[in-house]
């Protein structure tokens, strides 16, 4: 592959918006919003897919199965679940002041370790150059502030959007590091997230009749 045929520059402001979105996405109170966010980043992704179709065609089928599965029916699952219900996401586990120091630190922290420790968690040789250090970097950002959301948010749907950002952070690393390779594209179609989204969506609904709150702690209580 001839990383000079990749528009680095667009690659890497894609990437880069894709931590803001992700930010945004932990840490708006509405859900809504956060959900918006999230819409944002899958926008982002497409991009950053159909950026790498220069070197790879089948990418842009990739690029194109995430516009239907990430940026319209992932979206719409979301604001489809949060209609006629209140938009206020649940209190999380640490207030809004300390969790946006703690998520700008998780980011500042994952990216610059991930950037400078390259060689050591990706080996491969094209790893190494700028655009793929910089998105390898950014993946690790999202995966952690996706799992942070998961790890200290009460509200379930709140839940869901972590995951989804744990969806983009793992497709993001692995078009970055083999973008070359046909199987590449089969294996980011293949482990598109939205009937999981579907299913858990689903039954947070049926927890939300049920119990009438979709507080992931007061569930743990329920169930003794």
């Given amino acids: 592959m001839n990383p000079a045929a990749l528009p680095a520059n667009l690659i890497q ?5 894709m ?7 932990v840490e708006t109170r509405r859900l809504r919003l956060s959900a918006m966010a999230y819409l ?24 194109g199965t995430a516009l239907v599965t990430k940026a319209v029916l992932t979206p719409w699952l979301l604001f489809r679940s949060l209609r006629g219900t209140s938009d206020r996401e649940l209190e999380p586990v640490i207030g809004l002041g300390p969790s946006v120091i703690i998520a ?10 991930t950037q400078g420790q390259s060689m050591l968690l990706a080996p491969a040789g094209m790893a190494q150059l700028e655009v793929f250090r910089t998105n390898v970097a950014v993946a690790s950002t999202i995966f952690a502030l996706g799992l942070y959301a998961m790890l ?13 950002l744990l969806e983009n952070a793992v497709h993001l690393s692995l078009v970055s590091l083999a ?3 046909s199987e590449t ?13 579907f299913l858990l969506l689903y039954v947070i609904g049926g927890v939300r009749q049920e119990f009438g709150t979709t ?5 743990r209580e329920l169930r003794h």
């Avoid at 402001?13 to 918006?17: P, Q």
């Fill in 215 to 219: 507080d992931t702690f007061r569930l």
């Fill in 185 to 197: 594209a089969v294996f980011g179609v293949a482990t598109e997230a939205v009937v999981t989204v």
């Fill in 40 to 63: 944002c980043q899958a926008l982002l992704m497409v991009g950053l897919l159909a950026s790498f179709g220069a070197v790879n065609p089948a990418l842009y089928w990739w690029a």
């Fill in 179 to 181: 973008p070359e390779l």
């Fill in 13 to 17: 402001t894609l990437s880069l918006m």
């Fill in 19 to 25: 931590v803001f979105t992700s930010v945004a996405a």
């Fill in 152 to 164: 200290t948010r009460r509200d379930a749907v709140k839940n869901v959007i972590g995951l989804c």
């Fill in 104 to 113: 700008c630190l998780l980011m500042l922290a994952f990216f610059h370790l």
